[in-house]
């Protein structure tokens, strides 16, 4: 039973250049509306492993001289389409230039095979986008800032913890994706069981070589029957309907591979968090069934620099787009304060 969790709830979660006119000027793909007070460029960069990633530039239209600016990512299994770039156009509204980036092997972005996840790449995919930012002429090189949702709130940390370019740190509704792999939700997988997982992912590498394809994990269903627990209602309700389904994202029209499980599980991204000196805030719903992951990274904290801020009455996905739950306002403060 853990085991099956575990692999469907996985879903559930250096230079650049700006791109072609004619790819700018494309039809708003956007699963937001888009703000008339912000200018938008397609944009693509390389991580430090060569992979090309892509991203959406979102430059406030009133800016003036050099400004701060933020690389958001995330949900785990999103697109720049869907939550961040929601974060980045609001934050962008605010006078920072946004960054809104794919992760490697997922979106738009490069990597072979599709579909992976990786707890050192993904991490990496952060710093590239701060490399890139570092080199924009309107940037501020020393006033660069992290926005990570979801799964990407946990890689945010590890490059936080890791990249000292990173003035500042924001978790949305953070995932820690080595802990739920390895131990499943709410640590209810001993080391049996782990290791009983670890056998079948690496017969199914094995298998996956000889057949030369990927076998994908299990994904959010096509409709709901009403008996699955609420916090999959609450991830259909935003992957799989108008709110927030887009083509390209992992968890509205697709599926992780099945073994992407297995390098989070010997590979816990939050090792050094406690380093971390630079800001952190971290922000979590009241109601969220992944609350504990933030509650207890927040713990490992060091400074009086570091909050975390609960939401009241707000669940795991009201944090990716309600504008009524996200504290956007206590955000740009933190980043005025520590992007000064």
Not at 112 to 118: D, K, L, T, W
Not at 163 to 189: E, H, L, P
Not at 294 to 310: V, W, Y
Request: hydrophobic share 35%; glycine share 8%.
């Amino acid at each position: 039973m853990f085991k099956k969790i575990l692999l469907v709830l996985f879903l559930i979660i250096t230079g650049g250049n700006l791109m072609s006119d004619a790819k700018n000027n494309q039809e708003w793909d956007k699963v937001f509306k888009k703000s008339d007070a912000v200018d938008i460029k397609k944009v693509n960069f390389k991580n430090r492993y060569g992979i090309t990633l892509v991203g959406d530039l979102y430059i406030p239209k009133n800016i003036k001289g050099k400004a701060a600016a933020i690389a958001v990512s995330g949900p785990f299994g999103a697109v720049k389409e869907q939550a961040s770039g929601f974060y980045a156009q609001t934050m962008a509204e605010k006078g920072y230039i946004a960054l809104a980036f794919d992760p490697s092997y997922t979106g738009e972005s490069g990597g072979e095979p599709r579909n992976v996840a990786s707890p050192d790449i993904n991490t990496e995919d952060f710093s590239a986008a701060v490399d890139f930012l570092s080199n924009l002429d309107n940037v501020e090189s020393e006033k660069i800032g992290i926005i990570g949702i979801c799964g990407f709130g946990g890689m945010g940390l590890n490059a936080a913890s890791m990249d000292t370019r990173i003035k500042a740190t924001v978790t949305s509704t953070m995932y820690d994706m080595s802990r739920v792999n390895a131990n499943g939700y709410f640590d209810s997988m001993d080391v049996k069981a782990r290791y009983e997982l670890k056998e079948t992912l690496n017969k199914q590498r094995t298998k996956d070589f000889k057949d030369g394809t990927f076998a994908p994990q299990g994904g959010l269903p096509e409709k709901l029957t009403g008996e699955e627990p609420q916090f999959i209602k609450d991830y259909f309700d935003y992957y799989k309907t108008k709110r927030g389904f887009h083509k390209r994202a992992i968890n509205s029209n697709g599926n992780w591979n099945l073994t992407s499980s297995l390098s989070f599980m010997t590979m816990p991204i939050l090792a050094y968090s406690n380093e971390i000196q630079n800001a952190v805030l971290m922000i979590h719903g009241e109601n969220a069934h992944s609350k504990y992951f933030s509650e207890d990274a927040f713990k490992k904290l060091k400074g009086d620099n570091k909050k975390l801020l609960i939401i009241k009455g707000a669940n795991h996905t009201d944090l990716y787009d309600n504008l009524d739950k996200i504290p956007f306002d206590k955000i740009d403060a933190f980043f005025k304060k520590y992007l000064k």
